[in-house]
């Protein structure tokens, strides 16, 4: 037996005779030195396995010859290093349990932080925009959800600012619009009412004033109730199969005295081919032809000439009107689709526009997805063209 082992082992023969052992054993093991009985049923046996307690695990092995104990080998392995090696496991694994509890608090108290903070300032920035204040700013760089939910943020309140802001100078707009005419009717009537008036010519220009200034009130409040009409997210148009040149014709055919009494030439060339159809919602379409009609002329002095005409293209129906009228400066040219914009407030005044009739065409055309431009040369004309998608 070697002599360094670790464990001794004592063979005993079956009267409890030692008759070899590695090494000595403190007398406290004498106890231990016993043999299994003569005929024993387990090939080894544990006897002593308190080692936190005991100095040594104790275990029996009998030798048999013919079923017959002979001979019992007993081993004692000190219970010290395996006590020393748990306590130092055990030690580890405080260790580490410790380490990772920390890292783990440390790990949740940063990631909670940088989802937390985010998430504050996000509910802060809603309570300013609900109170109308837009001076705030998230951090918006980054690649995760938090990052992505601020970018929406602040492009919401963006756009709630430019709406709050459009809106106030619509209403701005608006209420302008209203004072004059308003204001005029008042006026007048007064002076009227007052019979300080007593020429008839007098009293009848008076009359006219009134008639000119409800005339425009009329017509802003029609504009204005369309507008608010296309405004409306969940408005639709109602699309159907409409041949565009019986379209035009009626178009045509209620201009035709306006523009014989303006001593404008309407010209009007339907296409031979008698139909051309656009799937298209005929009251909107009506209503634009009838603005590009009206502005055109409005915006040509007499003496003038407009031409409406309806071609096919490879990819779109085109519908042009163009006039011999005053035209639009380049300047000013890209704000003419603007709510309210006119380029000459009087002489668009005179004819009771608002300014919104364009808006109001631009907004039916891209309903329908297509599209409407203007070419246009101040003191020669202008030519305002409509594509509509092809069905
Ligand atoms: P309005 O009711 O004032 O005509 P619109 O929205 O129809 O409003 O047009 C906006 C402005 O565009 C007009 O005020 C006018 O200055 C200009 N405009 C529109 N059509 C023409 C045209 N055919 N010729 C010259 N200017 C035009």
């Known amino acids: 037996m070697e002599k ?3 464990t001794s082992v004592i063979v005993l023969d079956s009267s409890g005779q ?7 054993l403190p007398p406290s093991q004498n ?37 017959k104990t002979v001979a019992t080998v007993i081993m004692f392995t000190p219970s010290e290093p395996i006590r020393t090696a748990i306590e130092s496991l055990q030690r580890i ?49 980054g690649k995760d959800e938090i990052a992505e939910l601020s970018r929406s943020l602040m492009d919401f309140s963006h756009e709630l600012k430019h709406y709050r802001l459009e809106r106030q ?20 009537a007064n002076i009227l009412r007052a019979g300080a008036i007593q020429d008839e010519e007098e009293k009848e220009k008076f009359l006219d004033y009134i008639f000119d200034a409800s005339n425009r009130l009329y017509h802003l409040s029609d504009d204005l109730f369309e507008l608010v009409q296309l405004d409306q997210t969940n408005y639709r148009i109602q699309k159907e ?7 035009i014709q009626q178009a045509v055919d209620e201009f035709k005295l306006g523009f014989a009494e303006a001593e404008i030439t309407l010209q009007w060339n339907p296409p031979k081919k008698r139909t051309i159809n656009g799937f298209i919602d005929p009251v909107r379409i009506s209503q634009v032809l009838v603005n590009l009609l009206e502005n055109a002329k409005k915006y040509t002095p007499a003496g003038g000439h407009v031409e409406i005409k309806v071609s096919e293209l490879p990819y779109a129906i085109e519908v042009t009107v163009s006039d011999t009228g005053i035209g639009i400066p380049e300047e000013n040219i890209h704000q003419i689709w603007q709510r309210f914009y006119r ?8 004819h009771g526009g608002a300014g919104l009739g364009l808006s109001i065409c631009k907004r ?3 309903l329908h997805d297509g599209s409407i431009r203007v070419q246009s040369r101040p003191g020669r004309g202008s030519i305002f063209t409509v594509l509509l998608p092809r069905p």
């Not at 100078?169 to 007048?188: N, V």
Request: net charge positive; no cysteine; charged share 20%.
């Open 364 to 366: 039916i055309v891209e």
């Open 93 to 141: 694994l405080i260790g580490v349990t410790i380490t990772s509890s920390v890292a783990s608090a440390v790990l949740i108290f940063i990631i909670a932080k940088r989802i937390t903070r985010p998430l504050v300032n996000m509910k802060n920035a809603v309570r300013l925009l609900s109170q109308n204040k837009y001076n705030f700013s998230l951090a918006t760089d």
């Open 241 to 247: 199969s409409v041949n565009l040149i019986a379209l």
């Open 4 to 6: 360094n082992a670790i």
């Open 31 to 67: 106890v231990y030195l016993r043999p299994l009985p003569e005929f024993n049923d387990a090939p080894s046996e544990l006897v002593e396995s308190d080692w936190r307690n005991k100095p040594y695990l104790v275990s029996k092995s009998p030798v048999t010859i013919q079923g």
């Open 343 to 350: 380029v000459e407030k009087s002489r668009s005044r005179a």
């Open 169 to 188: 100078d619509f209403l701005a707009e608006i209420s302008h619009e209203l004072r004059t005419p308003i204001t005029y009717i008042r006026e007048y």
């Open 18 to 24: 030692v008759l070899t052992q590695s090494r000595s």
